[in-house]
């Protein structure tokens, strides 16, 4: 089994129920929720959108390869009610499940890149990271989170719900 370390999100709906019934989904789908960070709101990210986001880590047993992770998480984001990605930015939407780590490995291919490539950018994703994985070293950039966070220059708001 590997670490799989997620990222929730959304800001339609009912969001902290459908981020509950994405982590079911999940364990049920993917592998056993092993650790979940507090719920956190922030401004969007990247674009003006009438609803915050509420967003949330957690942190799987996983056996399955990258791209089976990937095809499994937008499968859950579509029974929840996503609609297709936006291709010319970011837009509001129901469900987001970002894939921040597996394991130690990087994963680069057209479709998914491991760790997410924009994680060391975001506060609303950095925050929940260093809740329960504050020393988790970005194999990457070789950083623990609690160190990519004090360096994070991201100057939107975000708080612990």
């Known amino acids: 089994m590997g670490r799989l370390i997620l990222l929730l999100g959304g ?3 009912d969001t ?6 994405a982590q079911n989904m999940l364990n049920d789908e993917i592998g056993p929720v092993q650790e979940i ?3 956190y709101e922030s401004e969007p990210w990247g674009f003006k959108a009438r609803q915050n986001f509420i967003n949330q880590v957690i942190e799987i047993d ?3 390869e990258p791209d089976e992770i990937l095809k499994k998480t937008q499968q859950i984001e579509k029974k929840l009610g996503r609609t297709l990605k936006s291709t010319n930015g970011y837009s509001s939407r129901i469900i987001d499940i970002d894939i921040l780590f597996y394991n130690n ?3 680069d291919t057209q479709e998914l890149k491991i760790p997410h490539p924009q ?3 975001r506060l609303f994703t950095l ?3 260093s809740e329960k994985w504050n ?3 970005h194999p990457v950039i070789k950083k623990e989170v609690g160190q990519l966070l004090t360096e994070c220059d991201d100057s939107g708001w975000v708080k612990k719900i």
């Open 11 to 13: 800001n339609e709906g």
């Open 37 to 39: 960070s507090s719920l």
């Open 105 to 107: 490995i990087s994963h």
């Open 127 to 129: 925050l929940p990271l």
């Open 135 to 137: 020393d988790l070293i």
């Open 119 to 121: 994680l060391h950018k």
């Open 16 to 21: 902290k129920k459908i981020l509950s019934h």
């Open 62 to 64: 996983c056996s399955l």
